[in-house]
């Protein structure tokens, strides 16, 4: 089997133990108390110039969690959605939520109003803090949620005096980015924040496994579903990633990038908990999307960390000015969500000085289960090798573990792997098997060296003609192209071999055509592996973290050829 000889502890990084005691916290709380004492005065997080210390994050988060425990009369288990882009309310928020012994349930900014009705009665929210610009899809749904706290708040609420005034005026009546509503009982998150500094908080007593967040995703089977990951979940994971970047990051003087949503699992762990043990700042980046005002902000700091996906960091490599930015004091650069390209990797490198080091995890898995080394050791196309306390096994479809080099089914064990959906025992019991392993869906390999290669999505394999064709692969392969900005390929119908390869490209320079595409995938690909269909687009579609949606491509691929027979 994969995963007896534990092939990848002789490959890890010089100081991290593969075995981490992870007694040292109850609950989240017991960490977040250890950083106000320890880094009262240092800054814990900025967004758009202003900074707040964790001193005051303390404080702020306090008089939010009294708000919400006196004036809300909220109890300890009940839900709370946030709702909004990387803000400095997004901190305060949270924490206060956690203190307050609340769950929090993080939800996409960007959902239409039907996703938001399911994920809010589906979780059973009680309360929700939102950003204004979404709140008239809230006000659509209001009524058919259990929600009976809405706290709502402006981009610029937390700027100070003239500079949020002057933000949240340019948003509303320049931008016109705050859709009309009518929300007759919503209180303003500043308000809240007055009223309970003139309340009593009783610090709530959570354990270690009492649920912190319920996650979302669309999982491994069936419609979103809310991942429940405990106190405990949280912590292991945060020590983890924690004691992985110790080989490079120091206490009290890092400085993290934060483009990658705080409501989004991987920014949560990575960004805001780990960062915060260590006592250092969290940048936060309000819209990534506009990538010359986010390399403006670049511009402003010595930033020693930054997290992202293939797109992201494709999109900088790509944005005017990046190029000249000083790099000098970058030590990590880290990536999942999706596979990094070879094509991007090297560049980044080369233009930064500095690896990324690509993981791969699940919001199910809180959510890193396997990580590159920091420490130069890197292998670009691996997801690297397990975090301390975690075992990886390859399986086959009977969940049988596999030779090392065969692909099979990931499946992983260790304290950071949820307690099971909310709500939801039979699809819990499907992705869990007798003996506790969880079944990622997706499809690797482990190397003889004990890294680990993610090969694709179980139920995105392309077959053609019998053989496993993985989007993955084909993807790397052309984004290695000059003058391919972006790709995603997806299996469509074919009556002689089942299904084809079609490719969906935005183009890096307008000259490119199909015939120079496919030229060049002959040179570099397997027959049965070329594209049959090459199709540009402006754009494609992407996650709330950039991740490339092969589902929508298919989906969108799917009704054109519908229309078509019509």
């Known amino acids: 089997m994969a995963t007896i000889d534990k092939p990848w502890h002789k490959h890890y990084p010089k100081g991290v133990p593969k075995e981490l005691d992870l007694q040292n916290y109850n609950s989240l709380l017991d960490l977040f108390h250890e950083c106000f004492r320890k880094y009262k005065d240092l800054p814990a997080f900025e967004c758009m110039g202003k900074g707040i210390t964790y001193g ?3 404080i702020l988060s306090k008089d939010f969690a009294a708000y919400l425990q006196n004036e809300a009369d909220l109890q300890k ?3 709370i959605a946030l709702q909004m882009p990387n803000l400095l309310q997004y901190p305060i928020a949270m924490i206060g939520a956690l203190r307050a012994g609340l769950v929090v349930v993080n939800t996409n900014p960007l959902y239409t109003s039907r996703e938001m009705q399911h994920q809010f009665t589906d979780a059973g929210v009680k309360a929700i803090v939102i950003l204004k610009n979404f709140a008239h899809n809230l006000e659509k749904v209001l009524p058919a949620t259990n929600i009976r706290t809405v706290i709502i708040t402006g981009i610029g609420d937390l700027l100070g005096g003239f500079k949020g005034a002057i933000v949240n005026f340019a948003v509303k009546n320049i931008k016109k980015m705050v859709p009309p509503y009518q ?6 998150f500043k308000t809240v924040l007055k009223k309970g500094a003139q309340l009593t908080l009783k610090e709530a007593s959570t354990n270690s496994e009492d649920v912190a967040f319920l996650q979302y995703t669309g999982g491994t089977t069936g419609v979103s579903k809310g991942a429940m ?12 990633i924690a004691s992985w970047m110790a080989v490079r990051l120091d206490e009290k003087v890092e400085t993290m990038i934060t483009a990658l949503p705080l409501y989004h699992i991987y920014a949560l762990t990575v960004n805001c908990l780990s960062i915060m043990k260590i006592g250092g700042k969290n940048v936060l980046i309000t819209n990534p999307r506009d990538m010359k005002s986010f390399v403006k902000e670049l511009q402003q700091h010595h930033f020693t960390a930054i997290t992202g996906v293939n797109t992201l960091y494709n999109g900088l490599l790509n944005a005017p000015g990046f190029h000249k930015l000083d790099f ?7 990536a999942g969500g999706m596979a990094v390209q070879r094509a991007v990797a090297e560049e980044w490198k080369q233009v930064t000085g500095t690896p990324i080091a690509e993981g791969y995890g699940l919001s199910e898995t809180a959510p890193v289960l396997t990580t590159n080394p920091i420490d130069g050791t890197e292998i670009i196309g691996t997801i690297g090798l397990p975090v301390p306390n975690t075992n990886i096994m390859i399986a086959d479809e009977n969940g049988e573990g596999v030779a090392i080099g065969q692909p099979g089914e990931i499946y992983a064990k260790g304290p950071q792997v949820m307690k099971g959906y909310w709500n939801r025992a039979d699809e819990s019991g499907e992705v869990f ?6 079944k990622t869906g997706d499809i690797g390999i482990i190397e003889p060296n004990g890294y680990i290669k993610i090969v694709d999505r179980k139920k995105e394999m ?13 993807e790397d392969t052309i984004a290695a192209h000059p003058k391919v900005l972006e790709v995603g390929a997806i299996g469509v119908p074919d009556p002689k071999s089942t299904e084809v390869v079609k490719v969906f490209v935005v183009k890096k320079d307008p000259s490119l055509t199909a015939e120079e595409l496919l030229a060049y995938c002959r040179e570099n690909m397997t027959a049965y592996k070329i594209p049959k269909y090459i199709a540009f687009k402006s754009e494609l579609p992407k996650s709330n973290v950039g991740k490339i949606l092969r589902r929508i491509l298919k989906e969108e691929d799917t009704q054109t050829a519908a229309k078509a027979l019509l």
């Open 328 to 334: 000098s004091s970058l030590k990590v650069a880290s």
């Open 462 to 474: 392309i077959n053609v003609s019998g053989f496993n064709v993985y989007p993955n692969d084909i």
């Open 229 to 240: 990951l405990s106190h405990a979940n949280m912590i292991a994971n945060t020590e983890q």
């Open 183 to 188: 929300l007759p009982g919503a209180i303003e």
């Open 56 to 58: 005051e994050l303390d």
């Open 77 to 79: 288990g009940d839900k």
């Open 433 to 438: 098997t007798t003996d506790g392993w969880f």
